[in-house]
């Protein structure tokens, strides 16, 4: 890889935006034109995650990368705490690693695979970053152990996609191996999980912060207890909103079968974290819960309701049978030209439902389609 130039990168970028076929792009890249090739499709399919162009990753680096909005909200959570040092023990192309490092004096970079941490080097280099230690090593290794002296133990394990029920076990490094391994080093390890495990499969006390990005539940981040703020906790990127949970709350949630004027989609972080009755003490204004499913839970108001701990907010047009003709026919009447279909549908027939709902539309509004037991609601975005 260190015969890999910035220009022979750029070319290939720009190469593969004008479409070109392989063979054209391999007599103008040369013998590595493979790794140039996936260096450039990584960075171009990267450009809405990370604030630069110019990173070095192949593109199961680029799936792995924290996203630098998340990166940034944790590395500031863990300035907070006053932290000197840290090591990120299986560090990947670095870009979470980095961002912790511009918040501590001295960083440590852990990866077994030796392309990752040149990627890792080379991605530090980007950013100005020049406190990180890096290790070409098994973090689980006597001599890597050794090597590291660091306030805090960050992992970031790889996930079998595979696996049918998510457990500590199956985490490439598992979490319980960086905690028997380290623990004589530190009680402060911060771990990504994944965010369907069960709470009764992680053995330590501490917090499991929920993280919601541009509405997509993005991560599970569990913290023990020497850096945990509560039990639970959601946070909603890039709004910087968070709330955590508080047992001494009144249990204010109400539930109605109709839904009212206004419509609202909860974070899935909120949700997986259990926070509903916390957001409902935290918005100014009357919710009821409508719908709580595992993609979708709503809330209803008659008043509207102005929060950033909302997903999106909806006006309610019209409710009608959930039949793909009953839907069509109220929109032709109401104007719409366009629908957006908010239900849970298997994927190959979600386009066939579409295109029913959509047939002869006519104008510019757009409807959101959710489905409440066997009828349709009809909504506007606010």
């Not at 944790?74 to 000197?84: D, H, N, P, W, Y």
């Not at 979490?175 to 965010?195: E, R």
């Amino acid at each position: 890889m260190s015969e890999i130039t910035e220009e022979q990168i750029g070319l290939a970028v720009e190469m593969i935006r004008k479409g070109l076929d392989e063979r054209k792009i391999r007599a103008k890249l040369g013998e590595n034109w493979e790794e140039i090739v996936e260096i450039a499709r990584a960075r171009i399919r990267a450009k809405d995650k990370f604030s630069r162009d110019d990173l070095w990753m192949d593109l199961e680096g680029l799936r792995y990368a924290t996203h630098e909005v998340v990166a940034k909200y944790r590395a500031e959570r863990l300035a907070e705490f006053g932290v000197k040092s840290i090591a990120d023990v299986s560090c990947g192309i670095g870009i979470q690693l980095i961002f912790y490092a511009m918040k501590v004096e001295k960083a440590y970079g852990v990866d077994i695979d030796p392309k990752k941490i040149e990627f890792a080097r080379k991605n530090a280099e980007k950013y100005g970053v020049r406190n990180i230690e890096f290790i070409n090593a098994d973090s689980l290794a006597p001599e890597t152990i050794e090597r590291i002296d660091a306030e805090v133990i960050f992992s970031d394990p790889a996930r079998p996609p595979e696996m049918p029920e998510r457990r500590l076990e199956d985490l490439l490094p598992s979490p319980l191996a960086i905690y028997g391994s380290y623990k004589h080093k530190t009680d402060s390890f911060i771990f990504d999980l994944p965010p369907q495990i069960r709470h009764e499969k992680v053995p330590w006390k501490g917090e499991f912060e929920y993280i919601d990005l541009f509405g997509h539940l993005n991560r599970l981040t569990f913290y023990t207890e020497p850096l945990a703020k509560a039990e639970r906790s959601a946070v909603i990127l890039p709004k910087g909103v968070r709330l955590e949970s508080n047992p001494n709350l009144e249990d204010i949630v109400t539930w109605t079968e109709e839904p009212k004027q206004y419509l609202y989609e909860i974070p899935q972080a909120v949700d997986y974290a259990d926070l509903l009755n916390e957001l409902f003490h935290t918005v100014n204004g009357e919710l009821k819960m409508l719908l709580r499913e595992k993609r979708r839970v709503l809330a209803t108001s008659d008043e509207r309701v102005e929060s950033d701990y909302f997903k999106r907010s909806y006006t309610v047009v019209g409710v009608t049978k959930f039949h793909p003709l009953r839907i069509n026919d109220f929109l032709k009447r109401e104007g719409f030209g366009r629908a957006t279909l908010r239900i849970s549908i298997p994927e190959n027939e979600y386009w066939r439902f579409r295109k029913r709902i959509e047939a002869n539309l006519k104008g510019d509004r757009r409807a959101f389609i959710f489905q409440f037991k066997d009828r349709a609601i009809i909504a506007e975005a606010l």
